[in-house]
């Protein structure tokens, strides 16, 4: 059974940063692209960046530059680090394997003041 146990989230002012984490069994990890993803209020969940299994990155244009996805695979845990956070970031950020759409975990919430 697959488990997503995403952490680290929390409130922030606008500048401010974040690591999240996110822990993940039931799959092979390492075989796995992972993405983080969020969802805002209203919105749609969007992928806003992604880890192939080899290291290579992609970001959404919203956050490139200003996030930072890794993976350590001997632990089986994806993190984001969020950077110069805007109160547009604020949203329940979760993790998955991108081409394999796990059942979601909880999600973290990030809330941004301004």
């Known amino acids: 059974q697959v488990q997503l146990v995403e952490s680290g989230g929390g409130l922030v002012q606008a500048g401010g940063s974040l690591r999240l984490s996110c822990a993940v069994s039931g799959i092979i990890f390492n075989s796995n692209t992972m993405g983080w993803y969020r969802q805002a209020p209203g919105k749609q969940r969007e992928l806003v960046a992604r880890i192939t299994t080899s290291g290579s990155t992609n970001y959404a244009d919203s956050v490139k530059g200003r996030f930072t996805i890794s993976r350590d695979n001997a632990k089986n845990t994806v993190y984001l680090q969020m950077n110069s956070l805007k109160p547009e970031d604020t949203a329940v950020y979760y993790c998955?394997?991108?081409?394999?759409?796990?059942?979601w975990g909880r999600g973290t919430q990030v809330t941004v003041s301004s």
């Open positions: 998955n394997a991108v081409f394999l759409l796990a059942n």
